[in-house]
């Protein structure tokens, strides 16, 4: 058996350990064969060698953590004990720094594996569950390329799978029908781009956001191109979006295989494409799961339950 003494250093325990050690509790649940006495600014390890370690380490990067942005929320902490690795976030890796002061960077390692691979690879697909980040972290490296004049416009393009892609039967103008399919985009850019600047954007078409049919026919040079909710795209609709690649373009295809809108029968072309595409070299594949989620903690839980329960069939 081992032993060990942690001191906060100043922390105020009660931002470590939480009201009632709520949060100390939490992180306990992951170290069950370390037993910790907590006594005012020290914690006292006993466990075998290996757990007290690996305790410390972990619990070493959460007041690092604390330390550098005045906050543990248990997402923080999760993070820290699953990922392999953590990187403490700084300027390099900010992607945009948008509105309001915002400050807009990948925080999670798959995240981070987007922005690394986009930069390797001329085409990746992000595909992970609902919660993961992939839409927004796609939307800010497109954004990042955009400002840096690494492309010329970006083209942002999601299935209108609810309507058939036949929208006439909805009210309003053609933008009117489009935009409840669209939001989730309008959203990810209104956080990184003000909006006056955003406007005159669309209006240059610099940014453009349509829907997947209206991509057929194209050649896209010159641009960041981003398929989100590839997962109800038609195989047909995923071999003509992907060959729309013209020169000097990117390309992010972002989808949930958990979450397919078609039809009944009808394949998905997400799916299909990760299985012709495995291998091609230039294409990467990042699989963004429940550890990424940065949602709120019960999303997390809703996704593990129904992986179980999917498992289970």
Do not use: C, W
């Amino acid at each position: 058996m081992g032993e060990k003494i942690i001191d906060l250093k100043g922390v105020n325990p009660i931002d470590i350990y939480g009201t009632n050690n709520k949060t100390l509790l939490f992180i306990l649940d992951f170290f069950p064969k370390v037993k910790v006495v907590a006594r005012g600014n020290t914690l006292k390890l006993i466990g075998d060698d290996e757990s007290v370690n690996y305790f410390e380490s972990k619990f070493k990067l959460m007041l690092a953590y604390f330390s550098k942005y005045q906050r543990l929320t248990n997402s923080n902490i999760e993070r820290i004990i699953l990922e392999d690795s953590v990187v403490l976030e700084g300027n390099n890796e900010i992607l945009v720094h948008g509105t309001h002061g915002r400050i807009i960077k990948a925080r999670t390692t798959n995240q981070r594996k987007m922005v690394e691979e986009s930069l390797k690879n001329d085409m990746i697909f992000a595909v992970g569950p609902a919660g993961t980040g992939k839409t927004y972290t796609a939307v800010a490296i497109a954004v990042k390329a955009l400002k840096n004049k690494e492309v010329k416009r970006i083209i942002l393009s999601r299935p209108a799978v609810e309507a058939g892609e036949n929208l006439g039967f909805l009210p309003g103008d053609l933008k009117e029908k489009l935009d409840p399919y669209l939001q989730p985009l309008y959203d990810a850019l209104r956080d990184m781009i003000p909006s006056e600047k955003l406007n005159e954007y669309i209006d240059n078409r610099i940014i453009e956001i349509a829907p997947l049919a209206f991509m057929r026919g194209r050649t896209l040079d010159n641009a960041f191109v981003i398929l989100d909710e590839a997962q109800n795209s038609t195989k047909q609709q995923m071999k003509m979006f992907l060959t729309r690649m013209g020169r000097a373009a990117k390309f992010i295809i972002t989808g949930d295989e958990t979450q397919i809108d078609l039809p009944q029968k009808q394949p998905s072309g997400l799916l299909e494409a990760l299985h012709i595409l495995k291998g091609v070299k230039g294409i990467s594949v990042i699989k963004l799961d429940d550890k990424d989620v940065i949602r709120h903690e019960l999303v997390k839980k809703i996704i593990k339950a129904y992986k179980v329960k999917q498992e289970q069939k």
